[in-house]
C-alpha cells in the first residue's frame, strides 16, 4: 500500500516520519547484528577450516617427497639399464592396474639477449608492410612472437617461426634475429609432480585425485545454494 505523505495531517506526518526514522534505527541495528554474525561465525571457522587444510598440504607433501624417496633406486637402476637420457622429464612405471608417473615440468624462459633478437625480427616485419596480404603475413608472424603470462616467449612457436625463416627468408634479419632468440632459450625448472591411476574392470583409467582440486565431494554435501539461480 502506497501513502500519500501530501494528504497527512501535520501530526500525521509527525508520526510517519518517526515510524520512518525507527524503521531505519531497526534495519541498521539488524544489519550491525548480521555482520557481527559473520564475523563471530569466520572467527570459528577459518582458523579450523585453515587448520585442516594445513595438515592436508603437509600430508600430501610427505606423500610426495616419500614417493620419490621409494622410486630413487628404481629410476637410478632404470637409467643405468636402459640408457635412459638425462634430459627424459618423466618416468611412468606401472604394475598390474596400476600406474604411477614422475616427474618435473620445465617453464619456458629466455636470456636478456633474446631481446637483441626480438627486435631484429620486429624491425623486418615492420619491411613487409607493404599491402593487406603482407600485414595477414606479419600478423600471423606476430601471433608466434606472444609472450605468455609470465612474459616468456613460447618455445615451440619460436620453433615454428624459426622453421619459417629458414624456409621463405634466409639470410634475413627474421633468420638472425629468430636464432639470437633461440641461443638464449634458458628453461626453468617449473615443479616436480607426481600423478597416479588406475583401470577399473570395466577397463576405464581412472586418475586418483592428488589435488584438493580434483577431489571430489560426497555426494551428501550439497552446495546448489551457491549456484546460480534459473529465472
Known sequence: MTIDITNLSPTEKKEFIAQARELEKQEKEQRAKDMQALEDIAKEVVPASFALLQEASDNLAKAKAQVFRDFRDYLLLKIETMGVKSNQQTHTVSFNNQSVKLGYRITDGYNDDAGYGLAMVHRFLGTLAKDDNSKKLIGALNRLLQ????GDLDSKKVLE????????YPD???QRGVEIIQ???SPKLSKWFVEAWQVDSTGVEKSLPLSITAVNLPED?????LLPKED
Open 147 to 150: 609472450k605468455n603470462g609470465k
Open 161 to 168: 617461426l624459426r622453421q619459417i625463416a629458414d624456409r621463405d
Open 172 to 174: 634475413t634479419d627474421l
Open 183 to 185: 641461443n638464449n632459450y
Open 221 to 225: 554435501v550439497d552446495l546448489t545454494f
